[in-house]
Every structure is written in C-alpha cells, then in structure tokens.
C-alpha cells in the first residue's frame, strides 16, 4: 500500500480510539454501550417520567386498564 493510505488509516484509527467526550461530537462510547446493553439495562439507566392521571372528559369513565372509555 502507499505510505499516505497507511499514515491516513493510522491516524484515522488513532482519531476514533482516542475520541473526546462531546455532545456535538459523534460519542461512539455511547453508541457502543446501547449497542452493547439489554433492554432491562436501558430502562434501569434510562429516566422515567411520571405523569399524573387526568380526568375523563364529561360522559367517559376509566376501564380496567386506565384508559378513558364512552359510558354505554
């Protein structure tokens, strides 16, 4: 191979291993951890958001499940 195709790969190699944090950044630590993790540990790190019940609207009741129903 040519000397600038082997500099260009090795310093390419070198620009991915040795990657800096950053948000702007592709974060390839990241991806590989999602890649890499189950849906239990994704859920576990991610953050749940609770949010509270609102009423029914006139003339609709909560079935089994939660869910806003017409009355029959």
Same mark, same amino acid.
């Given at each position: 191979m040519d000397v600038? +195709? +082997?500099l260009f790969i090795t310093?390419?190699?070198l620009? +991915?291993?040795l990657? +800096?944090? =950053?948000g702007v950044v592709f974060n390839f630590h990241?991806?590989?951890?999602?890649?890499? =993790?189950t849906t239990t540990e994704?859920?576990?790190s991610g953050q749940i958001i609770r949010v509270p019940?609102?009423?029914c609207p006139l003339g609709q009741r909560r079935d089994a499940?939660?869910?806003?129903?017409?009355?029959?």
């Open positions: 600038k +195709v +082997v310093v390419l190699i620009g +991915v291993c990657q +800096v944090e =950053s990241e991806k590989l951890k999602m890649a890499t =993790s994704n859920i576990q019940e609102l009423e499940l939660g869910n806003c129903r017409q009355r029959f």
